[in-house]
């Protein structure tokens, strides 16, 4: 089954939260969404909220993918700097701005 994209990021950076289930056959060289497997069973949002409203600094997990990058480095393309659009909107995307978090020397101005 597919884990959807968000949801996998939320349950790297959240791991009391939600019901994960973890795929047996996941290999560290696939995609990291592709470690948990989505269920159809929903949470009522009373519930989700009070695990929320509980959360501490120590129930976030601030770089989940340390470990992952062994199997999957970071390709340096995904440092894409310059403005995406999105509908009407416009954003700056400056990757610039985090290169050193990634072990990367970041330009000189």
């Not at 939600?18 to 470690?35: F, N, S, V």
């Not at 600094?57 to 992952?68: E, F, Q, R, S």
């Not at 700056?92 to 330009?107: A, K």
């Amino acid at each position: 089954m597919k884990c959807y994209l968000i949801q996998a990021w939320i349950y790297e950076h959240f791991p009391a939260l939600g019901r994960k289930q973890l795929c047996d056959t996941y290999m560290e060289t696939k995609p990291r969404a592709r470690r948990y497997i989505t269920r159809r069973a929903t949470s009522a949002i009373p519930d989700v909220r009070v695990q929320l409203d509980a959360l501490t600094l120590d129930g976030v997990i601030w770089n989940p993918y340390v470990a992952h990058r062994a199997g999957r480095p970071l390709v340096v393309y995904a440092m894409f700097s310059g403005y995406l659009r999105l509908g009407i909107f416009v954003h700056r995307h400056l990757s610039e701005r985090v290169l050193q978090q990634f072990g990367f020397m970041p330009p000189t101005p």
